[in-house]
């Protein structure tokens, strides 16, 4: 599976947009690429997935080059609640395919 | 309605123990994972089972034997509990087919004394 290498904190201020980049030079032709958000004494929820180009939802964005040996994750506009660890994962999106979660990246959302 | 629950939430016990975790999901999932996140907060899939069938085993010890006795059900027995084995347990499931998207319970904090 394919190792992914992110930042392992980053600071933000209400109202910013934050860019949190994860590398994964080894994808393979068959993998997706996912994050997902963890707060505390929680299990991590699901973000958004991407496999090339541009995804949108109502929570970030995922931009995805066309190499997709990286990829980043943009979260509109932070507020507090939005202080959690992110996870970017890379994977085969088959049937029993398992889900290698990194390091992740802790965001601190301040005042 | 709670889409993966787990109990219990939290567990204290002593070495050389023998505790179970359940996990249930109401998402019509075929695949159900155990995960354990270390103090570094590292979260690593230990099993994976697919329609009750084990998929993915890895590299844990023995003394952890899951069980499935319907798609909807994931338990993880504990034997002879050790000080390394105090985390954080995760249950999840996923449809299993064509993405990776996973529902993941709100954890079971085990902690051996």
């Known amino acids: 599976l394919a190792k992914t290498t992110q930042p392992i904190s980053m600071d933000s201020y209400e109202g910013q947009e934050v860019n949190i980049t994860c590398s994964h030079n080894?994808?393979?032709?068959?993998?997706?690429i996912t994050w997902y958000q963890q707060f505390p004494s929680q299990g991590p929820r699901f973000i958004i997935q991407?496999?090339?180009t541009k995804v949108t939802n109502e929570v970030a964005s995922l931009f995805i080059p066309a190499d997709r040996k990286s990829s980043t994750l943009s979260l509109p506009r932070v507020s507090l609640s939005d202080t959690a660890v992110y996870y970017c994962?890379?994977?085969?999106?088959?049937?029993?395919?398992?889900?290698?979660f990194g390091g992740g990246t802790r965001v601190l959302v301040k005042p | 309605d709670t889409a993966v629950s787990q109990t219990p939430k939290y567990l204290v016990t002593q070495m050389g123990n023998d505790k179970s975790i359940k996990c249930e999901q109401n998402?019509?999932?075929?695949?159900m994972y155990w995960y354990k996140q270390d103090s570094k907060k590292f979260l690593k899939i230990m099993f994976s089972?697919?329609?009750?069938?084990?998929?993915i085993n890895e590299t844990v010890p023995n003394r952890f034997s899951p069980k499935s006795p319907d798609k909807a059900h994931l338990n993880l027995h504990i034997n002879s509990l050790e000080l390394g084995d105090s985390a954080v347990y995760f249950c999840?499931?996923?449809?299993?087919?064509?993405?990776?998207?996973?529902?993941f319970g709100q954890g079971t904090r085990l902690t051996v004394v």
């Open positions: 089972y697919n329609n009750k069938e084990l998929i």
């Open positions: 080894n994808i393979a032709t068959n993998d997706y």
């Open positions: 999840a499931s996923s449809t299993g087919t064509g993405n990776t998207e996973a529902f």
């Open positions: 991407g496999y090339k």
């Open positions: 998402l019509g999932h075929d695949t």
């Open positions: 994962l890379v994977g085969p999106g088959a049937a029993g395919n398992k889900l290698t």
